[in-house]
C-alpha cells in the first residue's frame, strides 16, 4: 500500500457542480483557498501599504516646536549697557521637502517591490499543496477501486464456497477445499476493512484541506483523456521571484544613486523669546525667519562604482539560480515524459492481460465446479485475475500522476 501515497491525478477540465461530487481542480482550488498559509497575503499587502503610506509622509512638511531657556554666567557689555544674564526662545519650525533626488519614489518602488517577492514566495509555497492534496485524491480513488475489487472478490468466494461445500456433502470435495475457501474469504474480510480504514482516515484529512465534508457519497472523478501541457516553457512561480529579486536589486541601485544628488529645502521659523537677531533689543517679542537649504553629500559619489558591481554581481547569481532550476526542471520533465509513455504502453498490455486471465478463471471456475482441481489452485488464478486488475488502475492512477507532475513542474497558471 506504500505505493498509493506516490501517486497522483492530473487536473480534471470537469467543472465542481454538485455538493457531493469533487474533482481534483476543485479540490486544489478549495485547499489553497483554505489553507492558513494564504492568510499571510494580506498581511504581506497591509504591511506594504503602511510602508509606502510612509513614504508619502515623507513629503509632508515637518513641523518641529522648541523651547529653551539658559542662564549665562558671563555676559557682555556694551556701550555702558549690560545686557541679561537669563535668555528664553520658543518657536514653531516648519521645513518642506522640494526636491531629493528621487529618493522618496525610489523607496517606494523598493517597498512595493517588497511586497510583490513577499507575495510571490508565499505562492511558491503554496504551490507544494498541490502535490499533498493529489496524492490524498488519487490515494482516496485507489483504494475504492481496491475495495470494489475486494468485494467482486468476496461475492465470488461465496458463490464458490456454496458449491464446493454441496459438493463435499455429496463426497466430491474434500473438507480442506471448503476451509481454503473459509479462511481467504477471511482474509478478504480483513482486506476489506483495512481499506475502508484507510478511506475513512483520507476523508477527514481531504476533509480538513477544503474545509468540505467527504464521505461515500461524495463523487470523485477521474479523467483518462488529459494531456501534457503543450509547449517548452516553463510557468513556475519561481520564475516570478527571480524576476522580482532582480528589479529589487535594480531599485536599491537607483535609491543609491539618489543619495548622491543634492537635496533642497525651504523653511522657516516663527519665534517669541530674547535675544532674537538683534541682540540689542533685550526684550520679549515674536521674531521670525525663511530659509533655502542646499544639501549635496558629495563624498557619496565615492561609492557608487562599487555599489553598482554590487548590484551587477548580485544580479548574475540569480541569473545562475534561476538557470539551475531551470536545467533542473527540465530535466524532471524529460524523466516525467519518459514515463508517461512507458505507462500508456503497459496500460494498453494491462487490459490484454486482463483479458487473458479473465478467461483463465472462467476455466478454472468451471473445472472447480467439477471437482478437477482444488480450491488452493481456483483461488491462485482469481488471485491473479484480482491483481491484473488492479495493477490496471495502479496505471491509471500513475499515469494520471506522471501527467499531473509532468504539468506541475512546467507551470500550473490557474491554481
Known sequence: ???????????????????????????????????????Q??????????????????????????????????????AGTTF?????????????NVFDGGQIHQQKKLD?????????????????????????????LLNRENLKILTIYKNDLNNKKSIVAESFKNGSALQSDVDVLDAEELKTDQNIEEAKETIQANYKTLTLFINKPVDDNTEFFTSTGMNTAPGDD????????????????????????????????????????????????????????ANVNLKWNIASLYSLNNEKQTVSINKKMIDVQ?????????????????????????????RLIIEKRHNISLTV????????????????ELNAEMQATLNQKLHEVKLMYA???????????NF
Not at 252 to 260: E, F, G, I, T
Not at 373 to 379: A, E, K, P, Q, V
Request: net charge positive; glycine share 6%; aromatic share 10%.
Open 403 to 413: 501527467i499531473l507532475s509532468f504539468n506541475t513542474s512546467k507551470g500550473i497558471n
Open 234 to 289: 516553463i510557468t513556475r512561480p519561481e520564475l516570478k521571484v527571480f524576476a522580482t529579486q532582480r528589479a529589487i536589486w535594480d531599485a536599491r541601485h537607483k535609491l543609491n544613486n539618489s543619495y548622491a544628488l543634492p537635496k533642497l529645502t525651504i523653511g522657516g521659523q516663527y519665534a517669541y523669546g530674547r535675544p532674537g537677531p538683534n541682540f540689542l533689543n533685550q526684550d520679549l517679542r515674536f521674531f521670525g525667519q
Open 41 to 78: 497575503n494580506n498581511l504581506i499587502t497591509e504591511n506594504e501599504k503602511n510602508a509606502v503610506s510612509n513614504d508619502n509622509k515623507s513629503w509632508l512638511p515637518k513641523l518641529a516646536f522648541i523651547g529653551n531657556a539658559t542662564y549665562q554666567s558671563e555676559v557682555i557689555s556694551f
Open 365 to 380: 471456475s468451471k473445472q472447480l465446479e467439477n471437482g478437477s482441481i482444488t480450491s488452493t489452485d481456483y483461488l491462485k
Open 112 to 140: 512595493k517591490l517588497g511586497g510583490e517577492g513577499a507575495l510571490q514566495q508565499n505562492e511558491v509555497e503554496l504551490y507544494k499543496l498541490i502535490d499533498r492534496i493529489a496524492q490524498l485524491y488519487s490515494t482516496i
Open 1 to 39: 500500500m506504500k505505493q498509493l501515497t506516490l501517486l497522483l491525478l492530473t487536473i480534471s477540465t470537469l467543472s465542481f457542480g454538485q455538493s457531493n461530487t469533487l474533482t481534483l481542480d476543485s479540490c486544489l482550488q478549495m485547499a489553497k483557498r483554505n489553507y492558513p498559509l494564504i492568510k
Open 322 to 350: 534561476q538557470e539551475v532550476f531551470e536545467f533542473n526542471t527540465k530535466s524532471n520533465m524529460l524523466s516525467q515524459t519518459a514515463q508517461i509513455n512507458a505507462l500508456k504502453s503497459i496500460i494498453e498490455k494491462d
Open 84 to 96: 541679561p544674564h537669563d535668555s528664553y526662545l520658543t518657536a514653531v519650525q516648519l521645513e518642506q
